[in-house]
């Protein structure tokens, strides 16, 4: 009788209640902690993604005589930096991508798409001649040459690209293959988002920042600038888009005719 009368008064309403608080604050504090290493999991995974991509490129250029494949061409040739079938790099990783393969973030989780699943996108100024803008770049097919490109530490290779709607019926995702700041996702802000686009001013991850790989095969993790429609947009940043860095005179009449 002593045990049960004990058992019976041994935990109060108050006692119940405060465990119950102290255990809602813990989920407060620890769910942002566990979903922001989750986040941070994923973004180590894209990084590592672009860094294997990165590995193909220098094969690719040691086997075409110091050439990169081109950003853009068109369906079947072979120097397009990817396709399906083995052109570009796709020979040097077996697939031309895919959901859960090494051409996806991990935070893309649903395609349906005319083309294989695919998140990164080629700097578009790397061709022969470089630094040449959209829709002039459509007639270049070579990519450039490695021994000009003059500083391959500051140099973007790839970036993680912005999906949009395509005009072609039978797909409801793609990204682009190749394409300059204008193409990144985030670039843009919410109050001026590029139509046609999903959520084009949330950057990949933590809608904060987005991984690039450069030249060199280092990889940065940072926010994309945002540019204002006219408005000459920061050297630091810009710099990292062409080829011909040097040419600076030559660089900011591109950005004005943009």
């Not at 813990?26 to 769910?31: N, S």
């Not at 080629?122 to 070579?142: E, K, V």
Request: proline letters at 7%; aromatic letters at 14%.
């Amino acid at each position: 009788m002593g045990w049960s009368r004990r058992s019976s008064s041994g935990i109060t309403l108050v006692e119940v209640l405060a465990v119950i608080a102290v255990i809602a604050i813990l989920a407060a504090i620890l769910l942002p902690i566990f979903t922001r290493s989750k986040s941070q999991s994923k973004s180590r995974k894209c990084a590592s993604n672009l860094q294997q991509l990165g590995r193909a490129f220098h094969l690719y250029i040691s086997d075409w005589n110091g050439a990169y494949p081109a950003p853009g061409g068109k369906p079947g040739d072979y120097n397009y930096w990817v396709q399906s079938g083995r052109g570009g790099i796709v020979r040097y990783i077996g697939t031309s991508g895919g959901l859960g393969t090494i051409w996806c973030c991990p935070e893309l989780r649903t395609w349906q798409g005319r083309f294989p699943a695919r998140s990164y996108s080629m700097n578009s100024f790397l061709r022969n001649p470089p630094d040449i803008s959209y829709p002039t770049s459509i007639g270049i097919f070579d990519g450039v040459r490695e021994c000009m490109i003059e500083d391959p530490r500051r140099t973007i290779l790839l970036y993680e690209g912005l999906p949009i709607t395509p005009s072609w019926p039978d797909s409801l995702d793609y990204i682009y293959r190749c394409g300059n700041w204008t193409c990144v996702r985030g670039w843009y802000t919410e109050d001026m988002p590029r139509l046609h686009t999903l959520d084009s001013w949330k950057p990949w991850h933590d809608n904060e920042r987005n991984n690039y790989l450069y030249i060199d095969g280092h990889i940065v993790s940072r926010a994309p600038a945002k540019y204002k429609n006219n408005q000459l947009a920061p050297w630091n940043e810009m710099y990292e888009w062409w080829v011909l860095k040097t040419a600076t005179g030559a660089i900011y009449a591109k950005l004005i005719d943009w």
